[in-house]
């Protein structure tokens, strides 16, 4: 079955003690991105990967680091982690458009990973 | 920068159709339009994708004008089970592969 795996589902965390939440698709996508969403906010990338060993910033990076070593892989780490970080995080991915064309927007998602940090 | 723009929320009955619009004035030229449906605490699910004019498929139809700085989702006949909070997702401007959520709708269907 295709598929987006996100680990831990739920956490209770306290505030400093690194974590590492773990994505893998099963689906050979190039892309793969790291979402947050808190009420009232919608969802804001955090990090995007547009293939292995390639990783660029959304637009609220601060707190957070990933790596992409393996295709199917893209963990999400959070070094030192804070109570403003306590949210709910999806994974997704898809595969990429056309050469000369950027990623098309068709995302698979997770079923989230709910961090909270106290 | 992109930004994307959406109603809140909107309400309907069963059986009614349902448009939602999003505001995307800085689409750039190959950026797609991709709107979401998402359910509490799920991941937000693929509906449908457009470039241009319309997009139909089984579950709902996409329009986009010729400017593409706007673009409309229409669920036919909407059920119960339609309710749920809807996203446009566009590019964030031509020089970037970062992708925008829009704000989100939340779609309330009443019986």
């Known amino acids: 079955e295709a598929q987006v795996t996100q680990n831990p589902r739920y956490l209770i965390t306290v505030t400093g003690k690194k974590l590492t939440v773990t994505c893998s698709q099963n689906?050979?996508?190039?892309?793969m991105s790291w979402y947050r969403q808190d009420p009232g906010l919608g969802l804001r990338q955090i990090y995007y990967s547009m293939n292995v060993e390639v990783t660029d910033k959304g637009d609220v990076p601060e707190g957070y680091k990933v790596s992409r070593k393996e295709k199917r892989n893209f963990p999400l780490i959070l070094e030192s982690p804070s109570p403003n970080q306590t949210s709910l995080y999806f994974c997704?991915?898809?595969?990429?458009?056309?050469?000369?064309?950027?990623?098309?927007?068709?995302?698979?998602f997770g079923e989230g990973s709910r961090l909270t940090v106290l | 920068l992109a930004k994307t723009t959406q109603p809140i929320s909107m309400d309907s009955y069963e059986g009614q159709e349902v448009n939602i619009t999003c505001s995307h004035n800085n689409i750039a030229t190959n950026d797609y339009i991709t709107w979401y449906q998402q359910f509490p605490s799920q991941g937000p699910r693929f509906i449908i994708q457009g470039y241009k004019t319309k997009v139909t498929n089984e579950v709902a139809s996409l329009f986009i004008p010729a400017d593409r700085k706007s673009s409309t989702l229409s669920l036919p006949r909407v059920s119960l089970s339609d309710t749920a909070v809807y996203y446009c997702?566009?590019?964030?401007?031509?020089?970037?592969?970062?992708?925008?959520f829009g704000t989100g709708t939340r779609l309330q269907v009443f019986p």
């Open positions: 997702l566009v590019g964030d401007g031509p020089n970037t592969d970062k992708l925008i």
């Open positions: 997704a991915s898809s595969f990429l458009g056309l050469a000369n064309q950027k990623n098309t927007g068709e995302l698979f």
């Open positions: 689906m050979n996508h190039e892309y």
